[in-house]
């Protein structure tokens, strides 16, 4: 059976579901990074996948999603970074990375 | 005609010393007697236990200040005295302008070159804006005739109503402050005078409302008095205020039909026969105007004091007897009078149906006014009830001579008014002598006539003022009242309203009867000389003497004027042209006069058979006592016919009632959801801000939320938009 584009989207929903999952219902603060960097993933490949199966000119070399694609992964890599030494930052502090703790701005 | 333009300031003078007294030499006085205020204080607090007068004891007497007229106090500092000689030298001037032009307009002197015509003159006028909507709001004083005959009233009484406050208000704290409220009260009734139109009078209208409200509750600390059925001075000025609003609501109702027919406000206008007056405006609808005529006359039936709103003025005697005597003589209840005399021309135009509920509602009154007076034992309240009396006498006046003989005009009522003004000040200001003197006597608040007698020996002007006083309201021949009363009671006889007449002539009798009562309890007794009308046992204590010249001279000057008052026969034409005139030859030749006469001697003879020699107020009453229908009778006068009570009745459980309804409604229902929406939305932030918690997680939940239903709607909206739900 030829991977058809349903394939790839259903993919990418489910990862992206999996991904939200991480970011909503979990306290850790590096889990929560992981969640997102899931969800980019996702999207990630929805754009391959749209832009491999474009309608106007199919299996072509017709790429801005996969350049939107490496322009994602570099930006969740900064992101990363970022959120890894404020995570690092924050557990330094405050001795956890729990995020329903760290509330010091709370009303 | 110069003469006639500057008549504006005689209005103004009296505004002029209220202001001065009220902010400068008020101010003097009260800056003067803080400083000395503690000794006299201090002094009457010394005497307190000796007499605990008039209610006003317990814990008002632990501070000497409260206590309102004490004659051991003298309050009277240089400031307080400016202020009472300039009131009364500022209304001489106003009184002494009045008589010009009175007699100035009556051709007796000739002055201003050219008499005032019937129609009058504009002395002001003052539009609010030149807008069209706002022309028919315009402050304008008109003289006129009656304008004049009003305004000597209004002057003089209040000119000797002010000398005489002198020396009957010279121990009551607040010298200052009442000289002041007489000069704001002559202010509004002049307001009302001057109107010339129905805004100008209605402002001025309520002010009387205001300026009586402040001097009947004049003595704020005097406390209510059980015994002698006297209710607390702030609480009369209370009821006076509210009975005479619920009259004016009539009035106003009235008011805005024929501005709402005519679209002006102006007497002349609406008298006149240009597109709007009453007779353009209303023809073919007469039904209306009719209407809105009794409206209007409804608001007189308030100030004046008729039945059904008769009550307040009986009560209105806690106030200084002064301001009694101007209420009654000059100011507040002639003001209704005269506001339907000024609208005389509007109530004729309206038909015969309006005048007769005037004629009626004063036969009424009159009727009932003199029944109630015949047992009261209180000496300013038989005043007080032969005035609401004599006030319908007038009311009748007015009524019968628009219905029956409409070329008279306002002239029978008018010349009561005129008459009645002075007898019913001399009457008032001898009350207040007689009890100024029995304050000083005895260092209490006599006004029970039991308390009283023989006192012509002891005061003889003020007896023999009395005396005079009492023969011009009975009808007595060749004293004012009896040109006045008897051509109001002889008109309603030649004018064919029969009941009217017998009636009132019934009525003349009872008024002769409750005066002379009141005269030979109080200054003559069944001892007395000269049959004993003069002096007699006196029943109450301490000794008594004659009045200061300040309360005298006014006595002797309203003397004169009580026989004089009379004789002013031109008065009928003077007011409306081509009136016909009383002729003295007319009036003793005409065998009705003698009638009435007649039936006032019949009253003077009863009550000097009963509180005379003959008799005596003990043997009279234990008769009274001793038979159930008598005594059935003489409580129900007593008890005012127990419409008072009824009127108590109908306020404490129907009124109260309702407003207490009204008040569970607002508390329930209208606070209810003012403060349901309040807390409402208290709770909603409360809830609210729970969703702010500072938690990215929580916002995500939000956000991804709101992002699947809108998804989800989109989705849906587009498969509606393509035609159905095809999902694969």
Known sequence: MHPTLTHFLVLGAVLFCIGLYGALAKRNAIAILMGIEIMLNAVNITMVAFSFYNPVKPYSTFLTGQIFAIFIITVAAAEAAVALAMIIAIYRKRNTVDVGEINLMKW | ?728
Request: net charge neutral; glycine share 10%.
């Open chain 2, 1 to 728: 005609m110069a003469l006639y333009q500057y008549s504006w300031t005689i209005l103004f003078a009296p505004l002029l010393s209220f202001v001065v007294i009220i902010f400068g030499t008020r101010m003097w006085d009260l800056a003067s007697r803080h400083r000395t205020a503690v000794s006299p204080a201090g002094a009457a607090h010394g005497h307190e236990d000796g007499h605990d007068h008039d209610g006003h004891g317990d814990g008002h007497a632990a501070h000497g200040l409260d206590d309102d007229d004490d004659p051991k106090v003298a309050r009277l500092s240089m400031g307080a005295r400016v202020s009472a000689y300039l009131g009364i030298i500022i209304m001489l001037a106003s009184c002494i302008y009045s008589w010009v032009l009175l007699l100035d307009s009556t051709g007796v002197l000739h002055i201003s070159g050219s008499p005032l015509s019937y129609s009058g003159t504009d002395v002001f006028s003052y539009n609010w804006g030149s807008a069209g909507f706002l022309a028919p709001y315009v402050i304008s004083f008109h003289v006129d005739h009656l304008a004049i005959a009003m305004l000597v009233v209004v002057t003089t009484i209040s000119l000797l109503v002010q000398f005489y406050s002198q020396g009957y208000m010279e121990n009551s704290a607040g010298f200052a402050r009442f000289f002041s409220y007489l000069s704001l009260f002559t202010f509004s009734m002049l307001l009302i005078v001057f109107a010339a139109n129905f805004l100008v009078i209605f402002v001025g209208w309520e002010m009387v409302g205001l300026s009586s409200y402040l001097l009947i509750g004049f003595w704020i600390n005097k406390r209510e008095k059980p015994v002698e059925d006297r209710p607390q001075p702030a609480m009369a000025a209370m009821q006076a205020f509210i009975v005479n609003r619920i009259g004016d609501v009539g009035f106003v109702i009235g008011i805005m039909i024929l501005f709402w027919k005519t679209n002006t406000f102006d007497f002349a206008t609406l008298g006149g026969s240009s597109s709007q007056g009453v007779h353009a405006a209303f023809a073919g609808n007469t039904t209306l105007l009719t209407i809105a005529m009794i409206l209007v006359f409804c608001g007189a039936i308030g100030k004046s004091a008729q039945v059904p709103l008769q009550i307040w003025l009986p009560n209105a005697m806690e106030g200084p007897t002064p301001v009694s005597a101007l209420i009654h003589a000059a100011t507040m209840v002639a003001a209704g009078v005269y506001m339907v005399a000024r609208t005389f021309p509007l109530f004729l135009a309206s038909g015969a149906t309006a005048f007769e509920v005037v004629a009626w509602i004063g036969t009424i009154t009159a009727l009932y006014a003199a029944l109630v007076a015949l047992t009261q034992t209180d000496f300013k309240r038989v005043l007080a009830y032969s005035t609401v009396s004599q006030l319908g006498y007038m009311f009748v006046g007015l009524g019968i001579a628009g219905a029956g003989d409409p070329s008279l005009g306002a002239g029978p009522g008018m010349f009561h008014l005129f008459t009645h003004a002075f007898f019913k000040a001399l009457l008032f200001l001898c009350a207040g002598s007689v009890i100024h003197n029995l304050h000083h006597a005895t260092h209490e608040e006599v006004q029970d006539m039991r308390k009283m007698g023989g006192l012509a020996k002891f005061m003889p002007i003020t007896a023999i003022a009395y005396f005079v006083a009492s023969l011009a309201i009975c009808g007595f021949p060749f004293f004012a009242g009896f040109y006045s009363k008897d051509t109001i009671i002889g008109l309603a006889h030649t004018t064919g309203f029969n009941i009217i007449y017998w009636l009132t002539l019934a009525t003349a009798g009872l008024t002769a009867f409750y005066m002379f009562r009141a005269y030979i309890v109080a200054f003559g007794g069944k001892d007395g000389k000269l049959f004993g009308f003069w002096g007699g046992t006196y029943r109450g204590v301490g000794t008594p003497k004659e009045a200061p010249l300040t309360i005298t001279i006014p006595l002797c000057l309203l003397m004169v004027a009580c026989v004089a008052a009379g004789y002013w026969f031109g008065l009928f034409s003077y007011l409306t042209p081509g009136a016909v005139d009383l002729s003295f030859q007319d009036i003793i030749t005409d065998g009705l006069t003698w009638i009435g006469v007649a039936v006032a001697f019949g009253g003077i003879f009863v009550a000097w058979l009963f509180y005379g020699p003959a008799l005596g107020w003990d043997k009279v009453n234990r008769v009274v006592e001793n038979n159930a229908v008598l005594r059935f009778l003489n409580r129900l006068t007593l008890h005012k016919f127990y419409l008072d009570d009824l009127y108590y009745w109908l306020t404490q459980y129907v009124f109260l009632g309702i407003a207490h309804i009204a008040a569970a409604f607002d508390a329930t229902v209208i606070d209810g959801i003012v403060n349901g929406v309040a807390s409402g939305v208290t709770g909603l932030g409360k809830g609210l801000r729970r969703v702010e918690d500072g938690k990215v997680q929580s916002y995500m939940y939000g956000f991804f939320g709101g992002v699947a239903a809108l998804a989800v709607v989109i989705f849906v909206l587009f498969a509606f938009a393509q035609g159905g739900v095809k999902l694969w």
